[in-house]
C-alpha cells in the first residue's frame, strides 16, 4: 500500500488548503481554484498530500489524529511564532523552562497540530 493522501474535512478547502501551503511551502494543485469542493496541497515525494474537502458540518470536538511537525530551518518557538502570524491559533502550551516539549496549536478551521523541537534543537540540549 501507499499513503497518499491525507484527507481533511473542512468548510472552506481553498482557504484552509492556502493557510496550510504558506505553512507548508507546498505547493496546491495547478488544477484547482477557489470555487472547488476538493483542493489538493502536493507535497514532495514520498510525503503524502494534503486532500481538503468540503463538508457540511462544522467541527465540533477533538481532532482523534493529528500531525506533529518539526522544524528544519527555524527553532520550535520561531515556527510558532511564523505559523500564528499566518492565522494558526494558540491551543495548549506545553514548553518547558529547560527547552522540551511542544506547542499544540489549531489551523483557521480548529484542527490541531503540534509543533516539536527542530533536530537542532534536540542535540544541544
Known amino acids: 500500500m501507499i499513503f497518499r ?6 468548510a472552506q478547502p481553498y482557504e484552509l488548503a492556502t493557510f496550510w501551503s504558506q505553512a507548508t511551502g507546498w505547493p496546491l494543485s495547478a488544477q484547482d481554484s477557489p470555487a472547488d469542493d476538493e483542493v489538493l496541497l502536493e507535497s ?17 470536538v477533538k481532532n482523534r ?9 527555524r527553532t520550535r518557538d520561531e515556527e510558532v511564532d511564523r505559523l500564528l502570524a499566518l492565522g494558526a ?11 522540551r516539549g511542544w506547542t499544540t496549536l489549531t489551523d483557521p478551521e480548529g484542527n490541531e497540530f ?9 542535540t544541544t540540549n
Open 5 to 10: 493522501h491525507l484527507t481533511i474535512d473542512c
Open 44 to 60: 514532495p515525494d514520498p510525503l503524502p498530500g494534503f486532500l481538503f474537502i468540503r463538508v457540511p458540518e462544522s467541527k465540533t
Open 65 to 73: 489524529l493529528h500531525i506533529d511537525w518539526v522544524p528544519t530551518e
Open 89 to 99: 491559533t494558540l491551543h495548549e502550551d506545553h514548553r518547558q523552562p529547560d527547552g
Open 114 to 122: 503540534c509543533i516539536e523541537r527542530s533536530e537542532k534543537e534536540r
